[in-house]
């Protein structure tokens, strides 16, 4: 099987920092991968990097087998094909939620607001948000902003979905509903790539988990080998230390 | 019940009033008596405040206001869209567009480093100089047109601030949706931007109301040029303290209102 979305070596510098220092990552089609680490390890760098939100330093990203890193290419094609959804639910406050979910296809893709509404309807009552479309973000809670914003990114119908510790500005009580919206669309067989400190959360759905430490992918394997047995000591380190 | 704290609060309020306003008549009083003591007093009051004089040439000074007015409301929508466009062209990362860039960044220097009456002058005479045909080469027009170009480059440097102060994750998020920098700014930053400075904005437009008068040094007959006829006629300087009450009636409501509204931001952001 081809993988969606990979990486080769992939490097990443903000001036002489090094945030990733060659990371190479596989996601295959309906996979769901999970990257844990500290906070500074590289986890929403590598995120922002395959959304093309950062350009590369050296490396290469392959996404359905073209390689979409070359300095110069037009981003804008390949975002509208990757959904990404961020730690602080980036809104925007001045539209309300349905409006919100449907500027990108109506601009994008130039459908008509009448056109959307029946699937961006369905979408919002799937998701539990039906009686708040027609509110703006300030009136919403934290965990009914993310879900918008989820439910943002998948009006676009994109074929794989970065999730950038969508639940780490969010209150505990609110953790839970964003992560059901999670499990529902992990159901429907969307590719998912998750930045996440929710262990629980990785080891019940992920099908790969990744440790990464200093800008390289120190350790990966299913959530049973690295979450229950990890094998190298700072991975081992990282886990005592959080759970 | 009263509360032992609000017993407390309501003498401490009460000690404070009595104070605040014993400090008040204390001032006022002393203006007063000690104002009309002065030697020249009754010469001022006779040329400064003369009732006779202020109900002869109120009506004629409210009648020439229209024209500041009118001034005002036809100058305040193009400072807005060239203010806007401005902004806009000095955002724009192009290289081909590069000389229009250029143009915006000298366009605002020139223009917020000249002082608006050399604007005036240099445009409401030397434009009409160039032997235009009627009405174009009206002082009335060019005039305005130097108090457009003028405030324009204020107004661009505000919005300027307000796409700059929308933050980063805004553009992230447009970014990531696939849209594109144009959609962006224009559904996403501006939109932001815009409501973000309109207390500032209106700073700038209860100050163009004002600046309207320095029209009155190339022609146009509006209040302040009226007040000088007044006064030359009736040799009184009551004419502009009337002038003076009616930029007040304007200006202070305006200010307050602007005033409001940035408190009110102030308050949202919180």
Redesign the interface.
């Known amino acids: 099987m081809t993988a969606l979305l990979e990486t080769r070596n992939l490097q990443k510098s903000f001036g002489s920092t090094p945030v990733c220092c060659g990371i190479d990552l596989a996601v295959n089609p309906g996979e769901m991968v999970c990257l844990i680490g500290a906070s500074g390890s590289g986890k929403s760098t590598l995120l922002?990097c395959l959304?093309l939100?950062e350009p590369i330093d050296d490396g290469m990203i392959l996404f359905d087998g073209h390689d979409i890193s070359v300095p110069g290419l037009d981003?804008?094609?390949i975002?509208?094909?990757?959904?990404?959804v961020?730690q602080?639910f980036?809104?925007?406050?001045?539209m309300t939620a349905a409006e919100n979910v449907m500027?990108?296809p109506r601009?994008?893709h130039g459908k008509t607001r009448e056109a959307l509404r029946p699937e961006v309807e369905t979408l919002f009552d799937r998701f539990g948000l039906a009686d708040r479309m027609a509110h703006y973000p300030d009136q919403l809670s934290g965990g009914q902003q993310q879900r918008v914003a989820i439910v943002?990114?998948l009006a676009?119908r994109p074929e794989i979905m970065l999730f950038d510790e969508i639940t780490s500005a969010l209150d505990p009580e609110l953790v839970g509903e964003v992560l059901d919206v999670l499990r529902q669309l992990r159901e429907t067989g969307m590719t998912m790539i998750l930045a996440t400190h929710e262990m629980g959360f990785a080891r019940e759905l992920a099908d790969k988990v990744c440790f990464l430490d200093a800008g390289v992918i120190h350790e990966e394997g299913t959530p049973e080998q690295l979450l229950s047995n990890p094998q190298k000591d700072r991975t081992q380190a990282f886990l005592r230390r959080i759970l | 019940m009263v509360t032992r704290r609000q017993a407390y609060e309501t003498r401490v309020r009460r000690k404070a009033n009595l104070v605040a306003g014993g400090s008040t008549v204390l001032v006022l009083a002393g203006l007063f008596i000690l104002v009309p003591l002065a030697p020249g007093w009754p010469a001022v009051k006779k040329s400064f405040f003369n009732a006779d004089v202020f109900m002869q040439t109120f009506p004629g000074l409210l009648n020439a206001f229209l024209l500041d007015v009118t001034i005002f409301a036809w100058s305040a929508p193009l400072i807005f869209a060239l203010g806007l466009l401005v902004a806009l062209a000095r955002d724009v990362r192009a290289p081909a567009a590069y000389p229009l860039r250029l143009a915006a960044i000298l366009y605002t220097d020139i223009f917020r480093g000249v002082p608006v009456i050399l604007v005036i002058y240099l445009i409401g005479f030397g434009i009409p100089g160039l032997g235009l045909p009627r009405p174009y080469n009206s002082p009335y027009i060019w005039g305005t047109v130097a108090l457009v170009l003028t405030y324009a480059a204020y107004v661009a440097e505000v919005f300027r601030a307000g796409i700059e102060g929308v933050h980063q994750?805004?553009r992230?998020?447009?970014?990531?949706?696939?849209?594109?920098n144009a959609?962006a700014m224009r559904?996403?930053i501006l939109?932001?931007a815009i409501?973000k400075v309109v207390p500032a904005n209106m700073n700038l437009f209860i100050a163009l109301q004002k600046d309207v008068a320095l029209l009155s040094f190339i022609g146009p007959v509006e209040i302040f040029r009226q007040a000088g006829v007044y006064k030359s006629l009736l040799a009184n300087f009551t004419p502009y303290v009337g002038a003076a009450l009616i930029f007040l009636a304007i200006t202070i409501p305006a200010t307050r209102y602007a005033d409001y509204l940035l408190s009110k931001q102030r308050r949202a952001r919180t």
């Open positions: 922002r959304n939100l981003p804008q094609p975002r509208q094909r990757i959904g990404m961020f602080s980036n809104l925007f406050p001045h500027l990108a601009r994008v943002r990114a676009m | 994750s805004q992230a998020a447009a970014a990531s949706l696939g849209l594109s959609d559904f996403v939109p932001q409501r």
